[in-house]
């Protein structure tokens, strides 16, 4: 049934234009930000933060559970389905295309889009199908209360890392698979299993990869045409391999 769900979350994703996932995070970021500005930031307000988040994730897993043996778990699956609609957002196949990079110089753009497309689609898919719909709203909470451009490293930010390692990890390695992967061994090798921030060498593995296929002469609209097709592969390998796990494994 996962594979149903998450094949029908893509379907709907396709043709939806309403951005739900924009809306929960805007409603609740904006809920976040007025107890910070009504408060004074101390650490008691991290902690009551924390607390609402887990006393939220608490109930959640209770209704869950109770829900999963009410008539044949179809309540389960369609709380499932919403949450995952509202924590999963596909990066735009035009986002890519529409991005003028140089593969020779460091795209900060590229790493934003890259955490973006780990944060609200690679991540949340990876914890559904390992753990279920308690660790994907898990995940959720996790992307909302850390913000997604905060510089200081403290443990919530270590919680982020630490959520994205794995779904990071298997993204950089299916991108070195789809392009020189022999070429790559020596980057996998030397940060594959290092505890930080997935983003840096998934962007690293995809500028190479960029770069192979290109002439160093290249026009940016041509850079911008690999690195779509490029990520549109990526995005196939990832859907293929969890599909493949909610098959055989989970």
Known sequence: ????????????????????????????????????????????????????????????????????????????????????????????????????????????????????????????????????????????????IVPANAQEIGYRQKLQVFMDWVPGRCMALAVALLTHFMARIEIIEQRFLVFEDSIPMLGTLVQLGIQAELDHGSKPEQTASALQNLMHRVGIFALVVLSLLTIYAL
Request: glycine residues 8%.
């Open 1 to 144: 049934m996962k594979l149903l769900l998450v094949l029908l979350v893509c379907w709907i994703h396709s043709r939806s234009t309403v951005p739900l996932r924009q809306v929960v995070m805007g409603l609740m970021g904006q809920r976040l930000q007025a107890t910070a500005i009504s408060e004074e930031p101390t650490q008691s307000l991290v902690w009551k933060q924390w607390g609402i988040a887990g006393g939220v994730l608490v109930l959640y897993a209770l209704l869950m559970f109770r829900l999963s043996s009410l008539t044949w778990g179809l309540w389960y699956d369609g709380i499932s389905l919403l949450t995952l609609l509202m924590f999963t957002e596909p990066i735009l196949p035009a986002e890519w295309a529409g991005m003028d990079l140089s593969v020779a110089e460091t795209g900060v753009s590229l790493q934003a889009l890259l955490q973006r497309w780990l944060n609200q689609w690679i991540s949340p898919l990876f914890w559904y199908v390992f753990l279920g719909p308690v660790a994907l709203l898990a995940y959720g909470i996790i992307t909302i």
